[in-house]
């Protein structure tokens, strides 16, 4: 069998699924708390001040590796939801489903550092402008995803629905990236830049995409514990969690 | 691919679509309104009826900022390289207010044109650098950068 379709199949089996998480977030931890310890303690402390905004700026260490996190882990649910639909595979459903809390609370932390930066930069806390407010439809498609989810009893059934409405969501993303070229918007224009020359100083800018990294490395082992438990919890009664957890010798172990 | 999967990719790629094409229909129907704020010469372009609300940012016009010695009233005029509109405000200016800088505005025009704002907003730009770096960049600078408007 081609070595990737058989990946695949081997993930989609919920004890596979669950041996090979369990072996992969302390890893995944590991990578995170060295790289978060330097990008904000770098960032706090030890990256220049801002010449126009002073001390203020340094909640972009915080700020903007929230607010990247808050789209891309939309992308990510949208995807793992698109493939639950299409193949009904049942561990891209429940990766799906566990990407929302882990997405609301990254947009809200976006958006309440943002507020505690536009008070003193701004001379507000909050506008009507596109980019804050797209922002903030994010956090209610975050927070509908999961009522949806839990409005609906049959699991599976509720994870395609709510699939379903993260997909409809993702036309969202390229309204907040590009909010700030399309309209005048108070929110400042993109700073880091794929393509072009950044507008910060790289002594600034190292600090950020390593907090960058560690968010991403925080969000892949929460987003592992997060289903691995939801697995357990609608397996509760199956052979192979009474194995796992058990320790007796059943169907998990032998796929082995 | 199983043809029952090829349906359910095709459904899926037609919402998708569906929905793309509707978000962006609605954000061209609402171009106009989804600005946070205009520049002066898009007003003086308009000519709005005055005490008629609404948003004006620019670039505070160097050297153009006044101060009452016994109040916190004050005039400074905004500018977007074209058009220049004289501001009077009564109140706190955020820390970042200052000339050179871009601000938003909120208020009306009165019938001698000149706008009343009820509140100031200083609009930060995407340039981050340590204090240095900004003093030799400061030399070298236009005394209108016409880039710095829509950031």
């Given amino acids: ?256 | 691919m199983t043809p029952t999967r090829k349906r359910r990719l095709i459904t899926i790629l037609l919402v998708l679509a569906g929905v793309a094409s509707a978000a962006v229909v609605a954000s061209f129907a609402l171009k106009q309104n989804m600005l946070y704020y205009i520049h002066p010469s898009e007003v003086l372009a308009q000519s709005l009826p005055p005490e008629r609300q609404f948003r004006l940012g620019g670039l505070v016009v160097n050297d153009s900022v006044q101060r009452a010695g016994d109040s916190l009233a004050v005039r400074f005029s905004v500018t977007d390289c074209s058009a220049v509109i004289p501001v009077s405000y009564d109140g706190i200016l955020p820390d970042l207010f200052r000339e050179g800088e871009a601000v938003i505005a909120i208020g009306s025009l009165n019938a001698d044109g000149v706008f009343q704002a009820n509140e100031v907003l200083a609009k930060h730009d995407e340039n981050y650098m340590p204090p240095e770096v900004a003093e030799t960049l400061k030399t070298a600078g236009p005394a209108c950068a016409e880039s710095a408007l829509d950031r």
């Fill in chain 1, 1 to 256: 069998m081609n070595p990737i379709v058989r990946f695949i199949h081997q993930t989609g089996s919920p004890a596979y699924f669950y041996r090979l998480s369990g072996r992969l977030i302390p890893w995944l931890w590991a990578a995170f708390v060295p790289l978060a310890a330097w990008g904000l303690i770098q960032g706090l402390f030890f990256a220049p001040t801002d010449y126009l905004q002073k001390e203020t700026y340094r909640i972009i260490y915080i700020h903007v590796p929230s607010a990247w996190m808050s789209m891309m882990i939309y992308a990510v649910m949208a995807i793992l939801g698109m493939i639950g639909l299409i193949w009904r595979i049942r561990i891209a459903e429940l990766l799906a489903i566990s990407c929302a809390p882990i997405g609301a609370a990254f947009t809200t932390v976006a958006l309440i550092t943002g507020a505690l930066w536009g008070k003193p930069t701004w001379g507000t806390y909050w506008v009507w402008d596109a980019r804050l407010t797209s922002e903030l439809v994010l956090l209610f498609l975050y927070l509908g995803v999961m009522g949806l989810y839990a409005a609906i009893d049959e699991p599976r059934k509720a994870a395609r629905a709510a699939a379903l409405l993260a997909m409809v969501g993702l036309v969202n993303l390229p309204i907040i990236h590009f909010s700030v070229e399309w309209w005048n918007t108070l929110h400042q224009g993109q700073t880091i830049k794929l393509i072009g020359k950044s507008t910060i100083d790289t002594r600034m800018l190292v600090p950020l995409l390593v907090m960058a990294v560690a968010t991403k490395f925080f969000f892949a082992a929460n987003l592992l514990t997060r289903a691995r438990n939801q697995l357990l919890h609608q397996d509760r009664r199956k052979r192979w969690t009474k194995a796992v957890l058990g320790g007796e010798p059943g169907i998990g172990e032998a796929a082995s």
